[in-house]
């Protein structure tokens, strides 16, 4: 995996010589000039290692390492602060402020490369424990806790004025009839039936969307859409490839199976508990008429289209 190292500086000749000397070493460097123009750079990347200077304009190193550290709780970024200041007191407060390790300039670039290389092993580490932490071990998506973390996170974002942040849509999977397949083809199979349609999820999420197992055979996926109509089609996307599965057992018996989906908007919702309810409700609709087919929660009760409902 190469690994992403984010140099702010307001300083173009040192952004230089470090972002050569690094490229050189066989990282992947993206460089700004100011702490705001990282800010903005670190949430558009995944930054492995930030190296900044402590004195820049906009905003300094210290108020950057705060920022990243305050939304980066499972230290996936190792920081590392540059400053020609010998002053203790300063290093105390970049500490405080999250920050891993410091240099002095002028930056010795054999040290340089030794704190680089160190910081590499101390994320990968807290990666792959994140990684242990958030996934659902049977199928490989996030699990609720992480899933719920996430989502919202990303409602707050949508919900705060001036927020860049998409509109998006929930959908709510429930396999139809699981526990009849655990019951036929042992519970064996129905986890190779889980795990099959969680990859098929994984496969059709879009940028900036994400899914997680909300527990059973129940899913969970955030649609970033600004129409209702593009969430529909991706969500049936996945119900569509759901219904075209075979899963083979080990004595060689073939099985299929389909989803349910409820679905609901995030605008005009209370909060995400109220958003999740919406959802669940049209899920319980789409189990009741007939499952196998996706139900949005609106106004009305009109049917869209086959397969698709507005209640």
Wanted: net charge negative.
């Amino acid at each position: 995996m190469e690994t992403n190292v984010l140099i702010a500086d307001d300083s173009a000749v040192v952004r230089k010589i470090l972002k050569d000397h690094l490229e050189a070493s066989g990282y992947h460097v993206l460089v700004a000039r100011d702490g705001q123009e990282a800010w903005d750079l670190y949430h558009r990347n995944d930054i492995h290692i930030l190296i900044t200077d402590l004195e820049m304009p906009r905003m300094d190193g210290l108020e950057l390492c705060w920022l990243i550290r305050a939304e980066d709780d499972q230290h996936r970024t190792f920081c590392i602060l540059m400053t020609a200041d010998d002053d203790i007191q300063r290093r105390i407060e970049a500490f405080d402020a999250g920050a891993d390790e410091f240099l002095t300039k002028p930056i010795d670039m054999p040290m340089l490369r030794a704190r680089v290389r160190a910081g590499e092993r101390i994320t990968r580490t807290h990666r792959v424990m994140a990684e242990m932490l958030n996934t659902d071990y049977l199928t490989g998506v996030l699990n609720r806790r992480r899933f719920m973390e996430r989502l919202e996170q990303d409602y707050r974002l949508a919900r705060d004025d001036g927020s860049p942040a998409a509109p998006f849509t929930i959908a709510l999977f429930d396999i139809d009839h699981f526990k009849a397949i655990n019951d036929t083809h042992g519970h064996s199979n129905g986890d190779i039936a889980l795990k099959r349609f969680a990859e098929t999820c994984a496969a059709h999420v879009p940028p900036g969307g994400f899914v997680g197992r909300m527990g059973g055979e129940e899913f969970c996926m955030v649609l970033p859409a600004g129409d209702v109509e593009s969430a529909i089609s991706k969500a049936e996307q996945v119900r569509l490839a759901t219904s075209a599965l075979v899963v083979t057992t080990a004595e060689g018996v073939p099985f299929s199976f389909t989803v349910s989906i409820g679905m609901c908007p995030a605008e005009g919702t209370e909060s995400v508990a109220d958003l999740l309810a919406r959802a669940d409700e049209s899920l319980y609709f789409a189990k009741n008429s007939g499952r196998n087919r996706t139900v949005v929660a609106g106004t009305g009760g009109v049917v869209v289209k086959a397969r698709f409902y507005v209640m």
